[in-house]
Nanobody
Framework: QVQLVESGGGLVQPGGSLRLSCASSISNFRDYYMAWFRQAPGEQRELVAKITPGSKTEYVDSVKGRFTISRDDAKKTVDLQVNSLKPEDTAVYYC????????????WGQGTQVTVSS
């Protein structure tokens, strides 16, 4: 059973930054496409950033230029640096492995709450 543990969220003012981190227990983590998702209240969960085993990255348009996904295969972690935060970025953020259709593969972790408010 794969465990995903997200951390790093918090309350931040508009324009602020956070670094979210996701730790995995999987032994061959380096082989997988990983992604960060978010779910705002009353909304569906959406993929916001993806990173390939070779560290090629993709982002949803709403976060391009503000969010940066990265991975450390030795530590089995995937991070999301979130800058220039806006109130509409408020959500619970989750990481997961994704398949070729960008669907999540593993069970979800508990997520980490990001709240952007003045």
């Amino acid at each position: 059973q794969v465990q995903l543990v997200e951390s790093g969220g918090g309350l931040v003012q508009p324009g602020g930054s956070l670094r979210l981190s996701c730790a995995s227990s999987i032994s061959n983590f380096r082989d997988y496409y990983m992604a960060w998702f978010r779910q705002a209240p009353g909304e569906q969960r959406e993929l916001v950033a993806k990173i390939t085993p070779g560290s090629k990255t993709e982002y949803v348009d709403s976060v391009k230029g503000r969010f940066t996904i990265s991975r450390d295969d030795a530590k089995k972690t995937v991070d999301l640096q979130v800058n220039s935060l806006k109130p509409e970025d408020t959500a619970v953020y989750y990481c997961n492995r994704v398949n070729g259709a960008n669907f999540p593969v593993w069970n979800w972790g508990q997520g980490t709450q990001v709240t952007v408010s003045s």
